[in-house]
C-alpha cells in the first residue's frame, strides 16, 4: 500500500531529513520525492511504500503530524486510494 505526504511552511533547514528520518522510523520508503520553494515557503510531496510499515497508520499519522508542528509545517499523510478519490471528484 502507498499513501501522499505533502509539506508546506516556511523554509527551514533539515525538513526533508526530519520528515525522512519520521518515516523511516516506522519503516516506511520514500518512493518519490518533489520539492520547491517559492519565495521562501516549502513545499513537497511524496510517495511512500507503507509496505513495511511498523505500527499502525494511525501512529504513523500522528508521528508525522506532531513532527511537523514541533516545526510549524503542515504536514498530511493520505492512503493514496483516499487521496486519489478525493482527488477525482
Avoid: P, W
Amino acid at each position: 500500500m502507498k499513501a501522499i505526504v505533502t509539506v508546506v511552511g516556511k523554509d527551514q533547514v533539515g525538513i526533508i531529513a526530519g520528515v525522512c528520518g519520521t518515516l523511516a522510523q516506522h519503516g516506511v520508503n520514500v518512493l518519490e520525492i518533489s520539492q520547491t520553494i517559492m519565495e521562501g515557503c516549502f513545499t513537497m510531496m511524496m510517495v511512500v511504500d507503507l509496505a513495511g510499515c511498523q505500527g499502525s497508520f494511525e501512529q504513523l499519522r500522528t508521528d508525522i503530524t506532531a513532527y511537523g508542528e514541533t516545526r510549524d509545517l503542515s504536514l498530511r499523510i493520505q492512503r493514496e486510494d483516499i487521496f486519489d478519490a478525493m482527488h477525482k471528484l
